[in-house]
């Protein structure tokens, strides 16, 4: 059964909140979600916070509920490091391999290939689309009307999505979770399989050029779907190292704050502030404590969702994934039949 599409509006904010937003950004707007309901309940009665009881526990227990932010950054941190640490044959290895892909993407273009992500996976959209042209011009001599009509469909659709493709790239950074971005929505696992559904309806009518052509569309799939996963890991390091940094600073922050707020609690004379500037201190200070959560929140989100949408690899996919391919306009040969 399909699921149907959220409204645009709808669906920027989701991936704003869940991937393009600043994650600071996103942490300093979930840690005023605190602020305002404590406004809101001590504008109704409810919640009394010029009594010094219930505010010393909320604010030991934010004391020791930080402290235990240190636990989650060495966890982090022992994670990359477990990346990180490799013998020189295993990072030998793992070079090796990066520089045979390399060259069998060179080797697809005609060209040396660039070492910045944004223009590499450009090359990869590039590749392949000069690929699907390079079927389309096959298919006019000697290829039956049924199997040209799908081939010709199937064209327009990889060269439309790609064109779709490269034009997000121009215009978005050079970071790479910029370019893993653009990414998100490619898996071409069901294209993959409809061309081999279409080599074993006509694979006995298609010329041998036709065929051939075919696979080399399948590899220039395959690379941007290993390219996509390599950035991602990257992705991933990058992130991570990030928020243990950044958990570090606001949980420290929150520390001072916290303990201050305590520590004020001991005067003999009560707080010196007027009560509406004290009210405004407390609920800063709330807000204070509450962004290590709201921070690691945003972090976990933008993770989460990065790895389930690049969770399969080809030639598989994951039931309710689809790429945008099968979204264009025109659709995919069979792709209406396909649910969500």
Known sequence: ???????????????????????????????????????LLELAGVVPLQRSGGLSYLFGGFVSGNLTLVTVVVSINQLLLSQELQTPGELRSQIEHVIEYRNEVEDAAGRIAPVEPLAFLRLLVENTRQEAQCLGGLTFDGTPQAAREEIEELVD?????????????????????????????????????RIRQLRSAHGEELPEPVMDSLDRLVDRFQDVDVARQYFKSIYLQDELSSLSRVLLYAGGLAEVVAGAVLLSFTASNGSPLPRPVLLVVLLVAVAVCFLPVALLASFVLRIATVTKRTVATLPFTTPGRRSEIDRAPSGWPGASRESR
């Open 157 to 193: 659709n990889v060269t439309e999505h790609m064109d779709h493709v490269d034009d997000l790239l121009k215009r978005s950074g050079t970071g790479t979770f910029d370019v893993l971005s653009v990414t998100l929505a490619t898996n071409y696992a069901r294209q993959i399989n």
């Open 1 to 39: 059964m399909a699921v149907p599409e959220p409204p645009d509006a709808e669906r920027r904010w989701i991936d704003w909140l869940l991937l393009d937003g600043d994650r600071l950004h996103v942490a300093v707007g979930g840690s005023m979600i605190p602020l305002v309901t404590f406004a």
